[in-house]
């Protein structure tokens, strides 16, 4: 293991993604928090705030149909094999219930202190954010959607290779990750800001009360910052298969990228 504090990567480390995702969620959160609040105080107050939604998992979605048909199926049989008098005694079958599993997911709010009105809302999206026909999903965009018809900023940050994107009219250009800007009175155009593995995080302009300039997000900076911290560099096991897999010439790029970090 290498003894540098940071990631092998120019910009987002795809390994946090598949090993430590929700740790860096929550450092990451905080470090914007931090840096908008450094910024806009007293005039802005960033706040981290809590969604809580109930998903089940795809393992429950793609079989609670057929345990039901196996039991039908046995105990058709078993009916037409007693022979005996009397009813008879069936063994059951153990089966699993489908249980929903709590998600808990934090973004950032940023509020007016004179006024007290939402301005802004910053959302870091989450692997069930992005889970196609999933229940996360499905409680995401109907936020999304609320949101986009209100008087508030939107700001949408996807660093997850996998998963479905975020809808829009037009194709998304080609890149590994986004950021959408929602501006309440652009809408419904999106800013959209698009990069690769090979790239930098970019700074990210967040949207204010009008005639008020835009704030800016360093990702760059915070996320080497958060990686030093949180001691990523020493606990990411940069032997695991990358999820999505890359296409030979970037397979290539990572195995030199990696031995070069680690000195060889």
């Known amino acids: ?20 995702w929700r740790d860096f969620h929550t450092n990451l959160i905080i470090a914007m928090q931090k840096h908008l ?10 706040r981290v705030e809590e969604r809580v939604y109930m998903e089940y998992s795809d393992l429950y979605a793609a079989r609670s149909i057929y345990p039901d048909v196996s039991i039908i199926r046995e105990a058709s049989e078993q009916r037409a094999e007693w022979t005996g008098s009397g ?32 301005i802004t809302v910053i959302e870091l999206l989450s692997p069930s954010n992005k ?11 109907k936020k999304r959607e609320a949101l986009l018809q209100s008087r508030v900023h939107l700001v949408e940050l996807d660093l997850l290779r996998e998963g479905e994107r975020l809808p829009t009219v037009e194709p998304l250009p080609f890149a590994d990750f986004y950021a959408l800007t929602a501006r309440e009175e652009r809408r419904p155009k999106l800013e959209v800001y698009h990069w690769t593995l ?5 700074i990210l302009p967040i949207p204010l009360k ?12 915070l996320f080497e910052d958060v990686f030093a911290q949180a001691g990523y560099a020493y606990s990411l096991d940069y032997n695991a298969e990358i999820t999505p897999p890359l296409d030979e010439a970037g397979a290539q790029w990572l ?10």
């Open 37 to 46: 609040n450094g910024l806009l105080l007293p005039r802005y107050v960033a």
């Open 131 to 141: 889970r196609a026909s999933g229940d996360g999903r499905r409680e995401y965009l």
């Open 255 to 264: 195995k030199e990228r990696l031995a070069s970090w680690n000195g060889e």
């Open 210 to 221: 009008l005639p008020d300039d835009d704030a800016h997000l360093p990702l760059q900076t």
């Open 198 to 202: 090979r790239d930098p995080l970019p």
């Open 87 to 118: 009813p008879k005694v069936l063994e059951p079958v153990t089966l699993t219930a489908p249980m929903p599993e709590e998600h808990r997911e934090n973004y950032l709010t940023l509020v007016d202190l004179t006024t007290r009105d939402l």
């Open 1 to 20: 293991m290498a003894n540098s504090k940071l990631s092998p990567f120019p910009g987002m480390d795809p390994f946090i993604e598949m090993q430590v």
